[in-house]
């Protein structure tokens, strides 16, 4: 390292010299310092708000089916069903039309599936509605295995009959084609969007969690599944899955 020297100046007088011109040093790479932190945390500010703009515009871009029970068939046919007795009036209301299938676990209280074409739909997608119907209804919360469930055609559902119905049940005319001791079984995945499928129609076992009816509580297995995942809306995960305890696998 070379020095200059002033010659004209004592050995002191340098030496005082080059003692203020490292005070200036130290204080000019102190700011840089404090300067690089300054950046630095503006950075993370503004990631932060990448990640906040980013979520609100997931929630902007929900389709309208997202407010039900939902799933595409492997063969890509849209199913939908009632999370409450309410939903269950919405699902048929609104959304049954002359093309669907209405499918239901033989059981008292489930949710209404409509499989969207479900008269054009081949035997798996069928089957994958059944499941789906299956597994949102009572039968996971008693903890079944397996559940008997129906399906029926638009002009076979109707509010009107003989006694009283409650809020979220139809009256079923005419022959109903069933499908005995379908497994409760389903698979949470998140290709674009976090969505759970019945097992039939999961296509990658390796990157989705296998749910069964079991003893594990609801908001666990949620937390559980985020974490997998990396997602951060708890609350729409627990909406979109069964009533009852599970088991993961």
Excluded at 130 to 146: I, P, T, V
Excluded at 169 to 176: D, H, M, P
Aim: charged share 35%; aromatic share 12%.
């Amino acid at each position: 390292m070379e020095a200059e020297i002033d010659y004209t100046k004592s050995a002191q007088e340098n030496a005082n010299d080059y003692f203020e011109k490292s005070k200036e040093a130290k204080k000019k790479l102190a700011g840089a310092e404090q300067a690089v932190k300054r950046l630095e945390q503006r950075i993370a500010e503004l990631e932060k708000e990448k990640v906040v703009t980013r979520e609100l515009k997931k929630k902007e871009e929900r389709e309208w089916y997202e407010k039900f029970y939902w799933f595409f068939t492997s063969s890509g046919m849209l199913a939908i069903g009632g999370r409450s007795a309410q939903q269950n009036e919405e699902v048929v209301g609104k959304h049954f039309e002359p093309a669907d299938l209405f499918f239901h676990a033989n059981v008292f209280g489930a949710s209404v599936v409509i499989l969207r074409d479900g008269t054009k739909a081949d035997d798996e997608a069928k089957k994958e509605a059944a499941q789906f119907a299956a597994c949102f209804s009572k039968a996971w919360e008693d903890g079944l295995a397996a559940v008997d469930v129906f399906s029926a055609k638009r002009d076979q559902v109707s509010k009107q009959g003989k006694g009283y119905l409650a809020t979220g049940s139809f009256f079923i005319t005419g022959e109903r084609e069933w499908y005995r001791n379908v497994r409760l079984d389903l698979y949470a995945r998140a290709d674009n969007r976090f969505s759970v499928v019945p097992a039939g129609a999961n296509k990658d076992a390796e990157t989705s969690i296998r749910l069964s009816p079991g003893k594990m509580k609801k908001s666990d297995v949620a937390k559980a599944i985020a974490k997998k995942f990396g997602y951060a809306d708890i609350d729409y995960i627990m909406q979109h899955l069964p009533p009852g305890g599970f088991s993961l696998k």
